[in-house]
């Protein structure tokens, strides 16, 4: 794994209050910059260990297990990648990208939960129409969202594996695609999408009683086409689902992008899709930082990841049908990871020969929600 000098959490540390006072973040988006910066540290507690062999003693602080945490994803990505794969149907799958126009972006933060979840009822409309219309079948997706650029901006965007099967009315597994590279025409499903979007987002804000400030920009968007990818099928399931998962416990940034740190900002490293990827460097305020990085902090107990068609908890009936699903020992999460990773957690890092084990635990810290930041908490209501 690749080391780094720099962490968001030092960014945290250096910058919220200054943060605080500038943008008065709500109290959800403080407990959560507060539980990153802890992340590791004395304040959650942990556990110490001593070595079977050479008889040295480790001090191991415990995570902070939050979604928003650079430190604290890739063990599940790695978890979330060997279940899909097993539920997977072995069969081709499209990768479909569905993006919001940047005008909406507005709209968007006004009530993002809202315009989330939105977002997914669209793109599963959408999907499951086209998936009867074309072919007579039930599909599927997994799907999962998205919001930050590499530059940290605001870019609202749902990625989706498709399977290229699907249940027919009649309940039989049925292959679909054409020509093996083509699943739906995209100009129509960019279409659609659109639709069922607008018409939505139109139906909220009457609701709210602020469509009038929005009306004309929502009329210049039913004529603009929207960003709707689809990539051709990229080899078979397992490869398609190690895909998908590169996206789907990521965070807005991780600790190895950040370049340095000091009082005038934040340096990070970023790709520039409209410059052959090339890897160039952005400098921000530590402000300025904190405000986009919150920005991408989804709402309490937002599902990010969602499943439909045969790949829901309902469809779990239809998969049966074209799969044979074996049952495996329970593994505890050290021995998942180090087959998954070669990580192994009990291996002693002096002697590398002996087995750590549990002699003692640490317990957290018990300090006032926000500890970290010294003035007056702004709650927005």
């Known amino acids: 794994m690749c080391s780094t000098t720099f962490e968001v959490a030092q960014i945290i540390e250096r910058f919220s209050i200054q943060f605080q006072q500038q943008y008065k973040p709500n109290i959800f988006i403080l407990r959560t910059l507060n539980t990153i910066h802890k992340c590791r540290t004395a304040s959650l507690g942990g556990h110490i260990e001593k070595c079977d062999c ?21 063990s599940k990505q790695a978890f979330w990648v060997e279940d899909r794969v097993n539920d997977a149907l072995n069969v081709k799958h499209f990768h479909i990208v569905f993006t919001i126009p940047a005008q909406l972006n507005e709209i968007c933060l006004l009530n993002n939960k809202w315009f989330y979840n939105t977002m997914f009822a669209c793109v599963a409309e959408t999907l499951r129409t086209f998936g009867y219309s ?9 799907c999962v969202l998205h919001t930050w650029g590499q530059t940290l901006s605001f870019h609202p965007h749902i990625h989706c594996i498709v399977p290229a099967a699907g249940i027919t009315l009649k309940g039989k597994a049925k292959r679909i695609g054409k020509q093996g590279n083509y699943l739906y025409p995209v100009q129509m499903l960019s279409a659609t999408f659109r639709g069922k979007m607008l018409e939505k987002i139109k139906f909220q804000l009457a609701k709210t009683k602020v469509l009038y400030k929005y009306k004309s920009l929502l009329n210049v968007l039913w004529k603009k086409p929207w960003n ?18 590169k996206y789907t416990h990521r965070v807005a940034i991780s600790n190895q992008r950040i370049k340095n740190i000091d009082e005038s900002g934040v340096s990070f490293f970023y790709k520039d899709y409209s410059d052959k990827c090339k890897r160039k460097i ?97 709650v927005d209501n």
């Open 54 to 74: 050479c008889g040295k003693i480790r001090v191991s602080y415990n995570s902070c297990r939050n979604r928003n945490c650079p430190k604290c994803q890739s």
């Open 134 to 142: 074309h072919y007579g079948v039930e599909s599927g997706a997994i």
């Open 228 to 245: 709707v990818h689809c990539e051709p099928p990229l080899g078979n399931s397992k490869q398609i689902v190690k895909y998908l998962g």
């Open 282 to 378: 952005l400098k921000l305020s530590g402000v300025e930082f904190l405000r986009r990085f919150s920005m991408h902090i989804l709402p309490y107990r937002f599902v990010k990841i969602r499943y439909y068609g045969i790949y829901s908890s309902k469809g779990k009936s239809l998969l049966a049908k074209t799969k044979k699903i074996i049952a495996k020992p329970k593994e505890t999460i050290q021995e998942r990871l180090l087959r998954l990773t070669g990580f192994d957690v009990y291996k002693c890092p002096f002697c590398k020969k002996g087995k750590m084990f549990e002699i003692g635990i640490l317990p957290r810290i018990r300090s006032p929600i926000i500890r970290l930041f010294k003035t007056k908490l702004y």
